[in-house]
């Protein structure tokens, strides 16, 4: 008896469903759309494009200080085509590999009353064109940690997360608080995770020293972090694609996506390294990439102006298609 109640209850929502959808206001509409409207939600595609330019990760930004963004159009089958068609069509650029990162929906993202869900994507491409690209460093200038003064910059936001902790409640906040700061932002430069970018940001907002912190009008927010703010969330979206990135260089050679179809070896750390934000150990990062036979020779040189012309080598992809890359630890310089 049960059961037959709970079936006939579900006839009856949905009759009054169709009811509602048959209103002349919703006639021949979308019910996806209708709904969407009803509520105030709005479905957007937003993404993180990347490309290597002189040892510098850059990405694209809009004159808002926003990631590229525009409305979810149902006309493809799939998010990826819309979003390769959409940058196609809006930037005139090729993209090469292209992942989806995470929906971000929560609640005031936005200031105009309409509660915007963004799918955030992270794609490839080689060259940017005319773009406005800007190096993603500007935006988190503490995670280069290829330059000196990052480490100096660390140290710093250190010391106002210390504060931050120390004005926590009790005693066990406290301690979760510290336990954070020494994840994220290590004493010993040797412990640091490039891999936490996400983490180090929801961390410094959470502690009111970023610019994003202060948009809700929180009154303890003393925004003191150097690196330029964004639009929205789109700072956090950008910390997502980052870490992201950084973790799958380790583990699938995405990294062939930025480097033209002949590169030195040199050219090759250089990439790695700017994504990474790391310098690594020279002998030991070939030593790694020549195991690995993903590389091979190409019998051809670079004309050098100065110095001894360097080996090019291209990408063996079908050695991706036979076998999964295993994880790998990137070999750091001293």
Same mark, same amino acid.
């Given at each position: 008896?049960?059961?037959?109640?709970?079936?006939?209850?579900?006839? /009856?929502?949905?009759?009054?469903?169709?009811?509602?959808?048959?209103?002349?206001?919703?006639?021949?509409?979308?019910?996806?759309?209708?709904?969407?409207?009803? #509520?105030?939600?709005?479905?957007?595609?937003?993404?993180?494009?990347?490309?290597?330019?002189?040892?510098?990760? =850059?990405?694209?930004?809009? /004159?808002?200080?926003?990631?590229?963004?525009?409305?979810?159009?149902?006309?493809?089958?799939?998010?990826? #085509?819309?979003?390769?068609?959409?940058?196609?069509?809006?930037?005139?650029?090729?993209?090469?590999?292209?992942?989806?990162?995470?929906?971000?929906?929560?609640?005031?993202?936005?200031?105009?009353?309409?509660?915007?869900?963004?799918?955030?994507?992270?794609? $490839?491409?080689?060259?940017?064109?005319?773009?406005?690209?800007? /190096?993603?460093?500007?935006?988190?200038?503490?995670?280069?940690?290829? @330059?000196? %003064? *990052? @480490?100096?910059?660390?140290?710093?936001?250190?010391?106002?997360?210390?504060?931050?902790?120390?004005?926590?409640?009790?005693?066990?906040? &406290? =301690?979760?608080?510290?336990?954070?700061?020494?994840?994220?932002?290590?004493?010993?430069?040797?412990?640091?995770?490039?891999?936490?970018?996400?983490?180090?940001?929801?961390?410094?907002?959470?502690?009111?020293?970023?610019?994003?912190?202060? &948009?809700?009008?929180?009154?303890?927010?003393?925004?003191?972090?150097?690196?330029?703010?964004?639009?929205?969330?789109?700072?956090?979206?950008?910390?997502?694609?980052?870490?992201?990135?950084?973790?799958?260089? %380790?583990?699938?050679?995405?990294?062939?996506?930025?480097?033209?179809?002949?590169?030195?070896?040199?050219?090759? #750390?250089?990439?790695?390294?700017? $994504?990474?934000?790391?310098?690594?150990?020279?002998?030991?990062?070939?030593?790694?990439?020549?195991?690995?036979?993903?590389?091979?020779?190409?019998? /051809?040189?670079?004309?050098?102006?100065?110095?001894?012309? *360097?080996?090019?080598?291209?990408? &063996?992809?079908?050695?991706?298609?036979?076998?999964?890359?295993?994880?790998?630890?990137?070999?750091?310089?001293?």
């Amino acid at each position: 008896m049960l059961l037959l109640s709970i079936k006939r209850a579900k006839k /009856d929502v949905a009759k009054r469903h169709k009811k509602d959808y048959d209103h002349f206001e919703y006639k021949g509409k979308d019910p996806v759309n209708v709904m969407a409207t009803a #509520q105030k939600i709005a479905l957007a595609l937003s993404a993180v494009i990347v490309s290597v330019t002189d040892g510098q990760p =850059r990405i694209i930004v809009a /004159d808002d200080d926003a990631l590229p963004s525009g409305p979810l159009e149902t006309q493809h089958d799939k998010m990826e #085509q819309a979003l390769r068609a959409w940058v196609t069509k809006r930037a005139g650029l090729s993209l090469g590999y292209v992942e989806q990162l995470y929906t971000f929906a929560d609640k005031n993202r936005e200031a105009d009353g309409l509660r915007t869900i963004s799918i955030g994507y992270l794609a $490839l491409a080689r060259e940017l064109g005319q773009s406005d690209a800007v /190096d993603w460093y500007q935006f988190f200038p503490w995670e280069d940690r290829r @330059e000196d %003064k *990052a @480490e100096a910059l660390a140290l710093s936001l250190r010391q106002y997360l210390t504060l931050w902790k120390n004005n926590a409640a009790d005693s066990l906040a &406290r =301690r979760g608080r510290q336990a954070r700061i020494d994840n994220a932002f290590p004493k010993d430069p040797r412990a640091w995770n490039e891999e936490l970018v996400l983490q180090r940001y929801e961390l410094l907002w959470e502690a009111g020293v970023i610019d994003e912190a202060a &948009r809700g009008h929180r009154k303890d927010a003393k925004p003191i972090a150097s690196g330029l703010a964004m639009k929205h969330d789109h700072r956090r979206i950008l910390a997502t694609a980052m870490a992201r990135l950084r973790a799958k260089i %380790k583990y699938r050679p995405v990294v062939f996506e930025l480097l033209p179809p002949r590169f030195t070896l040199l050219q090759l #750390q250089n990439t790695v390294e700017a $994504l990474a934000g790391l310098r690594l150990h020279k002998q030991n990062f070939r030593r790694l990439v020549m195991a690995q036979g993903l590389v091979e020779e190409t019998n /051809d040189q670079t004309t050098a102006i100065k110095g001894r012309p *360097a080996k090019l080598f291209s990408f &063996r992809r079908e050695v991706m298609q036979a076998r999964a890359v295993a994880g790998t630890k990137l070999p750091r310089g001293s």
